[in-house]
């Protein structure tokens, strides 16, 4: 009773919370029902699918209207004579790994081109491989001691390696260089990496130290005159990926491409992932709204979509059939 | 009952020993709820409570370990095995050639750690949240506040509230529980004369009043004990009337009655009682008090007359503790006569008896009884045998009738429960007459031809033993019959049954939907508790005196009515509610929110808990099984912490059907005491939801996100989203009612999901930077999102659209109808019941019986209510509560046998 009366004088101050508070003490919030109506159901499959389609179809058509060249060079770039133990080609040294493709440009293909390597059966994704790697020296140098996630990539020497951890250590470094008509093309190389980490992941003071100096070399080397905010292939690779086949950005082409052009391919084919059995792909590839060519998105919308159209059929038969 | 309260006085006297102090402090500062005033009745602490839900809720969390072993295990060795067939190879990851013996273990532990996350650790903390609510509704419901007294109905146990809707059987106290325990001195049968019983009321009567004007000697000695024997103390007002404090109701009752029959108890000094009876005091000295005890069913007091030294003992007690002790020679045929008379009409009977004692005797008598009172060990025992040594030779001055009205609304709320499947059990310290009688005025039992009632009776074992029989019999016969069978026991047969008979009387308990029990005390009320929870029944005991304690302890559910014997049993309670009637509303809303809310409440945690326990999975097999978690740990501890369990927990607020309909159609409790919602088959269904939705965003989001997309923290924000998406639509799926609470706390929280996320975005030593504005820059991003989404929901919808309209459960056929004014609501609504007729009867109706043959039979043809229908008739669930009753019934399997 005394609950009532208090409950009463702060009616009169605060009508509104306390009609609110009330109301969810006694559980009887004004509350919507909703039922699952025949209408409703058939009504949000109908919708479902009328919405998806189309828009399934226009992300299919995006993803359609991008060229892509991809061409698969690991097992082309090895000569003849070393094709049975494509192995002990790549680790040899003394053997020059140059090689050459001639790309047909099957349409159009309007600037910026986006060149891509793409690494199959590669698995960045490795527990021991993704924990490999300490963001604090990347940004701090050599003055941040607490490396210990780097290993087994962590000393060389007794002196720290900079940038530590496997994923640096195993750097891709196989290069490409184009040219069409006997002239060059221009690749512009700058900003492939995300701007975030140049600005804030990289450290503009901390130079490579030490790096791929020890008895077993991974993948590419650093210059060390350079620090590591400006290494954009370090930064794209260091950016691991969560799938065992990925493509890293290798540098753009700012000229347009046009249809049975033929782009000849130099590159140097350093990168071991013949022990393995990955594979490497070069990908030149135009651009839209959506990214790069990816009909799975447009594929998987008109499914949903002509499901749901299907199932508001079934449904709206149903009703008629035996009507509730 | 008498015997309560004064017990419960008994208590108080036993309080100034310390032992039950400490104890008392020990149950305060450990905050138990029980509050044992008596010592006899403190012989363990009562067990904390574990609901059936709860049970369920460890046993599922078994399987999950289970399952999560096994996981772990295969996925342990696979990794191994792919770690020495293809890492090895992989010279980027550097696996040293030869590692210690323990690296075979890293791989399977790096799993355990991913897989932990399988059994959610949160479930326990929104449980107990949303315990602590339901319980808080209960305390706020205004519905369930005693407007007599202002009391409202507060839960002690904080955690049991889903078991109150899957209670199996009510086991329930008569007096003060379905009685208001306001005793009406009603009726007297003072040395073979019945007085009331043309009036109804003895105060009233004038032969009676005659006589006492008269001073009779008969009915000076009958008031002097009505006004004396007992522990009652007057109290003058400042205006000079008397008050009476009286521990018990019954003796306030004799009291007050003897006042107003010209014998006042005016004063209590010391051990002077002082009496003022037409005008002259009459002074006695209290020399003993021999207290009550459920055990001896009466009390006495020794008391010495002032004016001529002559020591009388003055007792009152039951018929069966007083009329066997008369002296040789007295006809106590009339008062048995009486006593059954007065226990037909259900009023409560006591006998009156003296005897005046020789002072030598007295003496004698008083040394042992001060040496027994002193003995540490079987005190009670001692003093019990030594009262027996001066309670005989009495001679028996009369019988009184008290009445004790039932409570509003008692008949009602007995046949609301009893159509929601749930069977009671009366249990009462009272005659059998008296308890017959109540229970047919309060719908407990059906009167003839629609109700039965078999009694199991006899003195030795034999006896009992054919008379158990017959009554099995008769009742795996009528199982199938839509009667109302109900057996009727007492005390001693009782304790006969139990010990000997416990099998055979354990099937007559599964069969039979009714029982009545009399004269049984308090231990044989928690032994019926027991025997029915050990046949895997959920048992809900109410009482309101401190006889019930033990067995509200007892049970799995123990409800107090906070009454006129005092808050002992309201405190040893789970729940103490004001009235008996506040029952139905506790059950059948409270209770079945409860139940629904928490069924679905735990069944999501493990579902959401297992939608990113999958994904990480599924990663594990694209990332060379090596154990690489996909989302990193901050996503994963605010995944359970902050994303998933708001929009649960205002599932508190969720009702499924109105409290309207759910009171208009008490058997869809069915669904709750069968566990409909909570049980392996629903729990496969949220594992297979969960597997679904984590195929579903992991497939989705690989595809989407393949090739230069594919960068990880993208990615498995990617995923992240995904499964917010879906917890959201299937929490909205999920919930029945929507208040503004739910959407915001479902809306909401997707839209704090970004902005929590936007926020990690911005720091930049986090590994989220920016992450979260590149991903909603992006439209792929969005079109994933939507994608999940319909993908996800889209299958469930069908199949829970689908279910719902063309293989609806009665709840749903309900919803349809109270949410659209469909014809079940208005063709389906339980006949308007004719309450007016009723509710004239079932106060004791106060008219002459007609006969007084044995009870059970001719009684119940000619009772006043007659003509009230047995419940369930006509009803369009009728189908599905005899089915589902006897199914469970039989599908039970009692451990027993």
């Known amino acids: ?324 | 009952m008498i015997f309560v309260i004064l017990s419960l006085f008994d208590g108080f006297i036993c309080h100034s020993n310390g032992v039950d102090i400490c104890s008392a402090i020990f149950e305060l500062f450990f905050n138990f709820s029980g509050n044992e005033s008596k010592l006899g009745m403190s012989r363990g602490i009562p067990e904390p409570k574990l609901t059936a839900m709860d049970a369920m809720i460890d046993k599922l969390t078994g399987a999950i370990f289970i399952f999560q072993i096994v996981v772990v295990m295969v996925l342990g060795i696979a990794g191994n095995v792919w770690k020495d067939t293809e890492a090895r190879k992989q010279w980027y990851v550097l696996y040293p050639v030869e590692g210690p013996w323990y690296e075979l273990l890293v791989i399977p532990l790096r799993f355990e750690l991913l897989c932990s996350i399988m059994i959610p650790i949160s479930i326990k903390v929104s449980l107990d949240l949303v315990k602590s609510l339901y319980a808080k509704f209960i305390d706020w419901d205004y519905e369930m506040i005693d407007q007599e007294t202002g009391i409202p109905s507060h839960a002690t146990n904080t955690a049991i509230s889903e078991d109150l809707g899957q209670v199996e059987y009510i086991l329930t106290d008569k007096t003060g529980t379905l009685t208001e325990n306001r005793m009406i001195f009603r009726r007297c049968c003072i040395s073979g004369i019945f007085y009331g019983n043309e009036s109804g009321d003895a105060l009233k009567d004038v032969v009676l009043l005659n006589a006492v004007a008269g001073s009779s000697p008969d009915v000076a000695r009958f008031l002097t004990v009505m006004a004396i024997c007992n522990t009652v103390i007057p109290i003058k007002s400042k205006t000079g009337a008397i008050l009476y404090k009286a521990q018990s109701q019954d003796e306030d009752a004799l009291v007050n009655a003897a006042a107003q029959l010209h014998m006042v108890y005016v004063n209590k000094n010391g051990n002077i009682l002082e009496l003022r009876f037409n005008g002259s005091v009459i002074q006695y000295e209290v020399l003993e008090t021999l207290e009550f005890t459920s055990d001896r069913k009466r009390m006495s007091v020794v008391v010495k007359d002032c004016q001529n030294g002559k020591i009388i003992l003055l007792s009152k007690g039951a018929d069966e503790a007083i009329l066997p002790y008369a002296y040789a020679g007295q006809q106590t045929r009339t008062f048995s006569e009486a006593v059954e008379q007065y226990a037909q009409l259900g009023l409560r009977t006591l006998c009156l008896a003296w005897r005046e004692l020789k002072e030598d005797a007295y003496h004698e008598w008083s040394l042992m009884f001060k040496e027994a009172s002193s003995t540490l060990v079987d005190r009670e025992w001692r003093i019990a045998e030594v009262c027996q040594r001066l309670e005989h030779d009495l001679e028996v001055l009369g019988v009184t009738a008290i009445e004790d009205r039932l409570q509003d609304g008692v008949p009602e709320t007995i046949e609301t429960l009893r159509k929601a499947g749930i069977n009671f059990w009366m249990l009462t310290g009272d005659k059998q007459n008296t308890a017959i009688q109540i229970a047919l005025s309060c719908n407990f039992i059906s009167p003839e031809p629609k109700g039965q009632l078999l009694l199991i009776d006899g003195k030795t074992e034999d006896e009992v033993c054919i008379s158990l029989e017959r009554v099995l019999l008769t009742m795996r016969i009528t199982s199938s019959e839509p009667k109302d069978v109900a057996f009727v026991v007492d005390g001693w047969a009782l304790e006969i049954a139990l010990k000997r008979y416990r099998k055979a009387f354990t099937e007559l308990a599964i069969l039979s939907r009714t029982a009545i029990c009399c004269r049984v005390t308090p231990s044989q009320k928690a032994q019926l508790v027991e025997l029915l929870k050990s046949c895997d029944y959920r048992t809900l005991a109410i009482g309101d005196g401190g006889n019930d304690v033990r067995m509200i302890q007892q049970a799995d559910i123990g409800v107090g009515i906070s009454g006129r014997e005092g808050l002992q049993a309201a405190r040893a309670a789970d729940y103490s509610i004001g009235k008996f009637r506040f029952l139905k509303r506790l059950i059948l809303v409270h209770g079945r929110y409860s139940y629904n809310r928490t069924a679905f409440l735990s069944q999501y945690s493990f579902y959401k808990s297992l939608v990113i326990c999958f994904i990480q999975i599924f990663f594990s097999f694209i990332s060379g099984v090596s154990g690489t978690s996909l989302f990193n740990s901050v996503s994963l501890m605010a995944y359970n912490v902050f994303y998933t369990s708001v929009p649960v927990l205002v599932s508190v607020l969720d009702k499924d059907l109105s409290e309207g309909t759910v009171m208009q159609h008490p058997q869809i409790l069915f669904y709750c005491q069968a566990g409909r919602f909570l049980n392996p088959s629903t729990f496969a269904g949220w594992f297979g939801r969960s597997l679904f939705h984590a195929i579903v965003v992991f497939v989705i989001t690989i595809h989407a996100y393949a090739y230069e997309k594919s960068e990880m923290e993208e990615l498995s924000m990617v995923a992240l989203s995904g499964c917010i998406w879906l917890q959201a639509f299937v929490v909205a799926l999920e919930t029945n009612s929507f208040t503004i609470l739910q959407h915001l706390a479902i809306w909401g929280n997707l839209v704090a999901f970004y902005a929590i996320n936007w926020i990690l975005s911005t720091v930049p030593s986090s590994g989220m930077y920016t992450i979260m504005f590149r991903l909603c820059g992006q439209p792929s991003y969005w079109i994933t999102m939507f994608l999940i989404v319909a993908a996800g929901m889209g299958p469930v919808l069908a199949l829970k659209y689908f279910r719902y309209t063309y293989r609806p459960s009665k709840i749903n056929t309900l919803q349809q109808a109270e949410r659209m004014g469909g014809p079940i609501l208005t063709s389906g609504n339980i006949e308007p019941q004719p309450r007016s007729i009723e509710k004239e009867a079932s106060p004791l109706s106060i008219t002459q019986p007609k006969n007084r043959d044995p009870v059970y039979e001719p009684l119940l043809s000619d009772s006043p209510n007659s003509t009230r229908r047995s419940f369930g008739s006509g009803t369009p669930f009728d189908f599905f509560q005899s089915q589902s009753r006897l199914s469970s019934s039989y599908s039970r399997n009692c451990k027993d046998n």
């Open chain 1, 1 to 324: 009773m005394t609950d009532r009366n208090r409950d009463r004088d702060s009616e009169t101050v605060c009508y509104g919370c306390f009609a609110a508070f009330y109301l969810f003490t006694q559980q009887r919030l004004p509350a919507c029902n909703p039922v699952l109506t025949p209408a409703w159901v058939i009504t949000i499959f109908l919708f479902t699918g009328l919405i998806f389609i189309p828009f399934g179809l226009v992300t299919l058509r995006a993803s359609r209207s991008i060229v892509e060249i991809v061409v698969r060079y690991d097992t082309k770039c090895i000569p003849e004579a070393f094709r049975i133990d494509k192995v002990s080609y790549i680790q040899d040294d003394s053997i020059p790994k140059n090689c050459s493709h001639f790309l047909k440009v099957p349409k159009y293909m309007k600037a910026p081109i986006y060149i891509y390597y793409q690494l199959d059966n590669y698995y960045q994704n490795h527990r021991r491989y993704v924990k490999s790697r300490n963001d604090q020296q990347l940004l701090h140098g050599r003055k941040y001691h607490g490396t210990s996630s780097c290993q087994p990539v962590e000393f060389n020497n007794n002196q720290p390696i900079v940038p530590c951890g496997l994923i640096a250590w195993s750097l891709f470094n196989d290069t490409f260089t184009f040219i069409r008509k006997r002239a060059e093309l221009k690749v512009n190389r700058k900003n492939i990496a995300w701007k975030s980490d140049r600005d804030h992941k990289f450290g503009k003071n901390v130079h490579p130290f030490n790096f791929q100096n020890g008895t077993s070399i991974g993948g590419g080397k650093l210059n060390p005159k350079i620090p590591l905010s400006d290494q954009e292939d370090l930064m794209v690779w260091m950016r691991t990926s969560a799938l065992p086949s990925f493509r890293k950005l290798y540098g753009r082409i700012e000229e347009d491409l046009d249809a049975d052009d033929v782009v000849v391919v130099h590159l140097m084919n350093n990168y071991n992932t013949y022990s393995f059995g990955g594979k490497k792909k070069l990908v030149l590839s135009t651009s839209s709204w959506l990214g790069g060519k990816n009909d799975f998105l447009g594929l998987a919308c008109v499914f949903v979509g002509s499901s749901s159209l299907i199932l508001a059929i079934v449904f709206m038969l149903l009703h008629l059939k035996c009507p509730r």
